[in-house]
């Protein structure tokens, strides 16, 4: 079992992060030590980095504790999970796009301004006039 210290640092949420989970039913079935101290056992670790990883896709606490309803209601829910995840999928490819296209962007101003430092292309700017 591990103490709440210990499941923070395995799980790499905060003490307050953890503790808001907990309040909020996100980690279901949470145990208790003899002095009423939350503990945690590998299955509980291995759930709060799925939650981890549920957050870092976007998905607010609503939604969350509607995926873990679903999740403590056992395999016949697998349908509606597989749509949910489905949806955040679709949400983090285009943020993975538009992120590619901020990248390209970047490398190719990067380059521009290496070519003009370098005296192999004539300055240009779509801010300003200058003139020969």
């Known amino acids: 079992m ?3 210290k210990e499941a923070c ?3 790499h949420l905060s003490y307050e992060t953890l503790k808001f989970y ?3 039913g996100l980690v279901p079935n949470v145990k208790r030590d003899k002095n009423n101290r939350r503990v945690f056992d590998e299955r509980d670790i291995a759930w709060i980095n799925s939650l981890n990883c549920l957050r870092n896709c976007g998905m607010g606490i609503s939604e969350m504790k509607e995926y873990i309803h679903l999740c403590l209601q056992g395999e016949a829910t697998i349908p509606e999970r597989k ?6 999928r679709d949400a983090l490819v285009t943020q993975l796009k538009q992120v590619q296209e901020c990248i390209d962007y ?3 101003k990067q380059n521009f301004y290496d070519d003009v430092l370098s005296g192999k292309t004539k ?3 779509n801010l300003i006039d200058i003139h020969d």
């Open 2 to 4: 591990f103490t709440m």
């Open 9 to 11: 640092e395995k799980s």
């Open 22 to 24: 907990c309040n909020q």
């Open 83 to 88: 749509v949910i995840l489905d949806i955040k």
């Open 106 to 108: 970047i490398d190719w």
């Open 123 to 125: 300055y240009f700017s």
